[in-house]
């Protein structure tokens, strides 16, 4: 990269050649990246006598690369390949280079592969929208309810287009005009899996496609726990609507934790197997319980600039009286009138002070006046 952090034509071409080469997440690829640089790495794993750790693994492959054409046949088929220093680098990203690595993946991606009109950096205030591929009805339309209250507030959706959770949160995104991202743990030329091929084929048209790993790359599971902290670094949070106690969303939860990110889960029914993991998650502390756009958007707020407000029943027409005219209310018989004697002896009321309050509810609707006595009207009963 260039003193003024401009990535340079090696830079990118050093870094296409090891993204065909090396698994996504490499960790001893990251390390060396770090120190040396790409195109330095580049040169020394083309050398037979230097970094042998690497070279036995990785060297003999790397001189069959050939980066430029590799880039040229991305270019016609309309994929970019994004690398730090470039304008539409996401910063959000850098931050993997401090996060503990997870099963033996971790580190800032070599680049990205992008297919789409929408902007790699436009991500950094979205949300990542993950879950189960073994949905419920319940779950997939938690997430179609919050991905689009999500997009009323001009807040876009990041997940993996997988089936179950992935799939209702790009659905809702597209059905409501949200921006959406899919992370791809395969090349974003290829389709996975073959039922989302019209959803992955109006993304990369529409909104965007990212892969760490090359066009051509099928997926693999060892590409699914490396693009999970994708889907996690990208956003400004992570939300997992279901997640049983074995769920590969609990592995982006994980990473969002590590970078830091605000960790948020919605509940399910204390029954359903499905949400166990996301239920652990609230319970050890690591999450935060959300059920709506606006819990998550209050996580997501700097400390006090929005507040969600608490939940409350609709407003009764007896929520406007005194304590005193509800203790009245509460001893007047709904079928049978009683005298105004018999009501200030069960309310625990002077009797005086009872017939001026029964007057005024009177006045207000909440009970009537009878030849025997008084009883509540329907007013006082809703």
């Given amino acids: 990269m260039s003193a003024h952090g401009v990535a340079t034509d090696g830079e990118r071409l050093a870094r296409a050649a090891l993204s065909r080469l090396v698994e996504p997440g490499h960790l001893g690829v990251a ?8 195109e330095e790495l580049h040169r020394e794993l083309s050398r037979e006598t230097a970094l042998p750790h690497l070279h036995d693994e990785l060297g003999e492959r790397l001189r069959a690369i050939d980066p430029r054409r590799e880039l040229e046949q991305a270019d016609r088929l309309g994929i970019r390949f994004v690398v730090p220093g470039d304008e539409e680098w996401p910063t959000a ?44 009805t319940y779950g997939t339309a938690v997430a179609g309810d919050l991905v689009a209250g999500l997009g009323r507030q001009g807040v876009g959706v990041v997940s993996g287009a997988a089936f179950g959770i992935d799939q209702a949160a790009h659905r809702a995104a597209l059905g409501s005009g949200t921006p959406t991202a899919a992370v791809l743990a395969c090349g974003v030329d290829r389709v996975y899996p073959e039922a989302h091929r019209d959803l992955l084929t109006h993304l990369a048209r529409e909104q965007l496609v990212v892969s760490e790993s090359p066009p051509g790359a099928a997926p693999m599971r060892v590409r699914f726990l490396a693009r999970n902290r994708i889907i996690a670094a990208l956003t400004a949070g992570t939300v997992v609507v279901e997640a049983a106690v074995r769920s590969g969303a609990l592995n982006t939860a994980n990473w969002a934790a590590r970078l830091g990110r605000p960790l948020l889960a919605v509940p399910g029914p204390v029954t359903s197997a499905a949400s166990q993991g996301a239920h652990q998650l609230v319970r050890s502390g690591a999450a935060t319980l959300v059920t709506c756009a606006d819990d998550v958007l209050e996580v997501l707020a700097p400390v006090g600039q929005r507040w969600s407000e608490a939940p409350r029943g609709r407003d009764r027409p007896r929520d406007a009286l005194s304590m005193a005219q509800r203790q009245v209310l509460d001893a007047v018989p709904l079928v049978r009138a ?12 002077g009797e005086r002070a009872v017939a001026g309050h029964l007057d005024r509810l009177a006045d207000q609707g909440f009970v009537e006046r009878r030849e025997e006595g008084w009883v509540l009207t329907p007013t006082a009963v809703d």
Avoid at 31 to 38: C, I, S
């Fill in 31 to 38: 390390r060396m990246l770090a120190e040396l640089g790409a």
């Fill in 93 to 136: 990203l850098d931050d993997l280079a401090a996060a503990e690595p997870l099963q033996q993946r971790g580190g800032v991606p070599l680049g990205l592969w992008v297919r789409g009109p929408l902007r790699l950096d436009a991500w950094a205030g979205a949300v990542a929208v993950v879950g189960s591929r073994s949905a419920t």
């Fill in 338 to 349: 009683a005298p105004t004697g018999s009501i200030a002896r069960a309310a625990g009321l």
